[in-house]
């Protein structure tokens, strides 16, 4: 079969791909045409792994996407981060995270956060701040047998079989990501309580496999699949920091540098500050500002942001569906600095950022984020009913619904308003936790309703 194509990335691409019939295809089709399900019964069953690692590679090289492919996470896997002792999550487009106090809902939350951390050269760090890994690991045996599950044994601890390890690690359609942490070897080091990094892996498909692997890190060793043999990148790499930290070249190690991207490009909602002193209730300097910095500060300029190069319409929608009647503008002062101006029925001039109700300015803060121009490819929001009237949350709902659309969200909410209305949508996976002997599990969640999840150490 011969290709012939006048894109210049397509035939860079097909250069680096296996010359196998089913790659040089694939790699066609992934650079110039929509891929879908009648591309892969077209090809030999044996090149569809060889089709993932090359979806993989075609992203890392090219930055562009597979048309009609949105990257999105399928699975969230935690092992021994403080209740959470073994949790596997399936995720979907919309994910919302439910259960009463204490089950382990910002367990959750922040070991995504941790992972999140990796990217920044920074999970040690984070580590720290939270107590150090002694503080963090699961605090319960290292087995939970059936007479503990039953109450017929005591629940107590023994003899260690395995080193501690916590491990935090993420896949979808495409790649995966594990790494595992635990505690140096004793040494005269003032730092001998810091966490190293002693496992890292990324890996094409859904779940690890040894033959799926792209990047390896033990220790202080990192390796690269070249072929089918593997290539030491180098042995002295730093046991604190990621490999994302140490290896991410574009050009040496696109798959590395890609995946840092994809996951820097996360974003965690959960600081709003809608007080007295707030700074999103006072002028600002404006610039054009696609994403809403994580406190809120530069509301007044996303909102503008929003309405010049957004979806304009969507926003006055938003307005209008929690407070009809009312609209959003945006002053701007001889010094170009920008200030909320919001306008309600019956009033004869707008109300300023300054006095605007904390419900009212928070709920503004949640529209300028879900409605960014720049979409992340996760989404995270941290009880965003917080401060706000239960007569906001079914507008709230409906703008988390629109965001899901193009940003896959992750939503950590114990307001049953907020619940009700996004589990009417048929996207909506709900992932409702409860603890048992202090493990927090999801409810009616069995072997066989996990996904597939294996731990490249």
């Known amino acids: 079969m011969s290709i012939r194509c006048p894109g210049h990335k397509c035939r860079d691409l097909q250069a680096r791909a296996n010359r196998s019939r089913g790659a040089v295809y694939l790699f066609h089709r992934m650079a110039c045409e929509p891929v879908g399900p009648e591309v892969l019964a077209r090809i030999r069953v044996r090149d569809v792994v060889l089709f993932r690692t090359m979806r ?7 930055g562009r996407r597979l048309n009609g492919d949105r990257r999105m996470l399928n699975t969230l896997a935690i092992g021994n ?3 959470l002792l073994k949790l596997t999550v399936p995720l979907g487009s919309l994910n919302l995270i439910t259960g009463p106090n204490g089950s382990g809902k910002s367990n959750l939350y922040r070991a995504l956060r941790l992972l999140a951390e990796t990217a920044q050269s920074g999970v040690v760090n984070a580590l720290a701040r939270e107590g150090g890994l002694q503080s963090t690991v699961w605090a319960g045996p290292e087995t939970i047998t059936r007479g503990m599950q ?49 496992n890292e892996c990324i890996w094409a498909g859904p779940f690890h496999r040894p033959a799926s692997a792209l990047v390896e890190r033990n220790g202080a060793t990192i390796k690269v699949r070249s072929g089918k043999q593997w290539e030491v990148v180098g042995t002295n790499f730093n046991e604190f920091d990621s490999m994302f930290g140490q290896v991410a070249d574009p050009n040496i190690m696109p798959v590395v540098f890609r995946l840092r991207e994809t996951i820097r490009g996360w974003r965690f909602y959960d600081q709003f500050r809608t ?12 610039t054009r500002t696609p994403v809403l910095h994580h406190d809120g500060r530069d509301l007044a300029a996303a909102i503008e942001t929003i309405r010049e190069i957004g979806n304009g ?15 959003l503008g945006i002053g701007v ?73 193009r940003s896959q969200m992750w939503v950590v909410s114990h307001s049953n308003t907020l619940i009700s209305e996004l589990t009417l949508h048929p996207s909506c996976q709900l992932i409702p936790l409860q603890k048992e002997l202090g493990q927090t599990r999801i409810v009616g969640q069995s072997l066989l309703d996990e996904p597939a999840w294996h731990w490249p150490d």
């Open 56 to 62: 993989v590679l075609f992203q890392a090289l090219t």
């Open 81 to 83: 981060y403080r209740s």
């Open 150 to 198: 039953t109450g017929a044994a005591p629940i107590q601890g023994g003899p260690r079989k395995n080193a501690v390890r916590l491990r935090l690690g993420f896949a979808g359609d495409d790649f995966g990501y594990a790494i595992s942490l635990g505690l140096p070897k004793p040494s005269r080091s003032n730092f001998d309580l810091d966490p190293e990094i002693k």
């Open 275 to 286: 007080d007295r002193d707030a700074p999103a209730r006072e002028p600002q300097l404006g």
């Open 313 to 327: 319409p969507a926003l006055d929608g938003a307005i209008g569906d929690a407070f009809p009647g009312a609209s």
């Open 333 to 405: 002062a001889e010094d170009s600095r920008f200030t909320l101006a919001f306008r309600q029925h019956g009033l004869l001039r707008p109300l300023s950022g300054a006095e605007l109700s904390d419900g009212t300015l928070r709920y503004l803060l949640w529209v300028a984020a879900l409605l960014t121009p720049r979409p992340p490819s996760l989404m995270v929001l941290n009880e965003p009913e917080n401060s706000l009237h239960p007569d906001l949350l079914p507008a709230l709902a409906r703008l988390i619904i629109q965001a899901s659309a």
